[in-house]
């Protein structure tokens, strides 16, 4: 019995396998230029984000430092 469940776990796995690949196949890779469009929008959102979290980060020290002397 051990060894119809060890070929029905193999037969799964290699279907597995067989499904990926045929998967893979249909896959559309980006180009060279489009990675590089690509990576360039997605530095620049990230900078973007960093300046703003940035000023909210100045905004929300400044309100302390200013309740603090207040105190």
């Known amino acids: ?5 060890k070929k029905k776990f193999f037969t799964r796995v ?8 045929s998967e893979l196949k249909k896959v559309v890779w980006p180009t060279a230029r489009q990675t ?5 929008v997605v530095l620049a959102v990230c900078a973007a984000f960093a300046v703003v979290l940035g000023g909210f980060d ?7 430092e200013v309740l603090i002397d207040l105190i």
Do not use: C, P, S
């Open 36 to 40: 590089v469009n690509n990576t360039g």
């Open 1 to 5: 019995m051990a060894k119809t469940e």
């Open 14 to 21: 290699k279907d597995w396998f067989r499904g990926m690949k």
């Open 58 to 64: 100045w905004l929300a020290n400044t309100l302390v």
